[in-house]
């Protein structure tokens, strides 16, 4: 079975722009999260989408949005980029019990 | 919402001894806890979790241990080698809401 692709791998930005990122789950795998990983505060979780609606929800403005598509693929997407949106964005991918989550190998975004 | 608290944050032995993360929690409803091993330039990865009706789980040289009663966990690695050196993370989740992280701790392993 295929792994969690995310896709870009690497993106660079500068403030006030919008960026998009993309996650392919593994086959199956329906409930897709995404966390945001910096130094200092370890992982963060953004949101869960599973079948296509948001589950849960973590403390990110609403400049942070999601979705999801019917094959379960999810992207999410931050407009209006800050300098403190620089990170690495994880997604990982569940079965329907919810428990093991598989991870992506992230998207580095740099905002300039 | 639940809280986890994760300890040391960085851990440092000499190769061959033991290492011991510990973790606490906040939700008493939390039923599964797992540790995810993420290593420099690397994705996170499930090396071992445990489930709230067990004490004590064991794969070769990592164990944890569930303690229901106080609220924490830890992650026991034995007989540590260089390829141990990574970020650890351990995590709590309670039926169908979010999955909350600790902080991490970086476990470098002294030749």
């Known amino acids: 079975k295929a792994g969690v692709t995310q896709t870009p791998r690497y993106l660079i930005k500068t403030r006030g722009q919008q960026v998009t990122l993309s996650c392919s789950p593994i086959s199956g795998h329906r409930s897709v999260s995404w966390y945001q990983q910096t130094p200092g505060q370890g992982l963060q979780f953004l949101f869960e989408y599973f079948s296509e609606t948001q589950r849960n929800k973590g403390n990110f403005p609403g400049r942070f949005s999601g979705r999801q598509f019917s094959n379960s693929r999810s992207e999410m997407n931050v407009s209006t980029l800050e300098l403190g949106d620089s990170a690495l964005y994880l997604c990982?991918?569940?079965?329907?019990?919810?428990?093991?989550?598989?991870f992506g190998p992230g998207t580095r975004l740099t905002v300039l | 919402g639940e809280n986890v608290e994760q300890h040391p944050s960085t851990l440092s032995v000499q190769e061959g001894d033991s290492a011991v993360i510990k973790c606490t929690y906040s939700d008493s409803a939390s039923n599964y806890f797992p540790w995810y091993k993420q290593e420099l330039g690397k994705r996170p990865q499930l090396i071992i979790d445990?489930?709230?009706?067990?004490g004590e789980k064991k794969d070769q040289r990592i164990a944890v241990t569930l303690n229901k009663t106080a609220k924490h966990f830890s992650l026991h690695i034995t007989e540590t080698q260089p390829e141990d050196s990574a970020v650890y993370f351990c995590?709590?989740?309670?039926?169908?809401?979010?999955?909350?992280f600790g902080q991490g701790t970086r476990l470098t392993i002294n030749p």
């Open positions: 445990i489930r709230s009706n067990v």
């Open positions: 990982a991918s569940s079965s329907e019990n919810r428990d093991e989550q598989f």
């Open positions: 995590a709590a989740i309670k039926g169908a809401q979010k999955l909350v």
